[in-house]
């Protein structure tokens, strides 16, 4: 019996995307990360998300920022809005807000996210805006070759730190329950299928939600987040872990060596359309 070759097996695995529905939610264009990029189990995560709970692609939005994540929108096809370094939290209010029936998904890198946009992150999640923020943590500045980021290991050897990095990570979960994120959780690329539960989950909450997912740069980082690495750290969350418990939330989010997979936290509260329709109430449909 002879092996199909390649271009048959490829068919297969097409028609298998077309009959799961996912492709509806795929662009024509083709991921341009490197080969063995976490980031790929993220964009399957997402159009996995949407295909299961039949989100409306005109009534879509991805937004995204700067750095290797930022490529994001051009995968989906969905509306996507690709912003300037750090600002997916500010765009993606607005546009939340310009239109409540919107899903709105902000699609951010460790960098991005927490360097030059750490400062958008305590408003969007104390406001409790009704968006999902995905942040891909690879641990480095991958678009620009390879630069030290603020969720960099200690000891790890860049461009900007060639002899070991002296600094300690932020703890990124610790400073979103911190803020008043309304659900918070984490997930690693090398496990797809949970993965896919984690955005889904993340995407049907009302309210700001926040997904840490962990993903190597397997062109930049050889001894940190590696899969290798991050197979051995990487952890379920307890099972007997109360997600409305805020302070157990916080203790697990202590463990940085050991990562916990799972929801961490949430917590169901008026969203910021919620409060603006309060306000509107209270005014008696004045401006002021």
């Not at 902000?106 to 999902?132: E, L, M, P, W």
């Not at 603020?150 to 600094?167: H, I, Q």
Request: hydrophobic share 35%; net charge neutral; charged share 15%.
């Amino acid at each position: 019996m002879s092996i199909p070759a390649m271009p048959v097996f490829v068919d297969v695995k097409l028609r298998e995307v077309q009959e799961s529905g996912r492709l509806e939610y795929r662009s024509r264009s083709l991921p341009t990360w490197c080969p063995g990029c976490g980031y790929f189990s993220i964009v399957e995560g997402v159009t996995h998300a949407c295909n299961e709970m039949g989100i409306s692609r005109d009534q879509s939005v991805v937004v995204s920022g700067i750095g290797c994540a930022s490529r994001f929108p051009f995968f989906v096809n969905l509306y996507g809005f690709h912003t300037l370094h750090g600002r997916v939290l500010p765009v993606a209010t607005g546009i939340k807000t310009a239109n409540d029936r919107l899903t709105v998904i902000g699609i951010g890198g460790d960098g991005d996210g927490f360097a030059i946009g750490g400062g958008h992150i305590s408003h969007a999640a104390k406001r409790n805006v009704d968006i999902t923020y995905l942040l891909f943590d690879n641990g480095i500045y991958g678009l620009t070759k390879g630069q030290t980021s603020p969720l960099s290991a200690v000891g790890l050897r860049t461009t900007t730190t060639p002899f070991e990095n002296p600094e300690r990570p932020l703890n990124p979960l610790m400073m979103l329950l911190s803020y008043g994120a309304s659900w918070v959780g984490q997930a690693y690329a090398g496990h797809p299928d949970h993965l896919r539960e984690m955005i889904t989950q993340a995407v049907a909450h009302r309210g700001f939600s926040y997904l840490h997912i962990l993903s190597p740069c397997v062109t930049f980082d050889k001894t940190s987040k590696t899969y290798v690495n991050l197979g051995l750290q990487v952890r379920n969350l307890p099972e007997n872990h109360d997600p409305s418990n805020l302070m157990a939330a916080m203790h697990q989010a202590q463990d940085m060596d050991h990562p916990a997979l799972g929801l961490y936290y949430q917590q169901f509260r008026p969203t910021l359309g919620d409060t603006f329709e309060q306000v509107s109430a209270k005014a008696g449909g004045h401006g002021t």
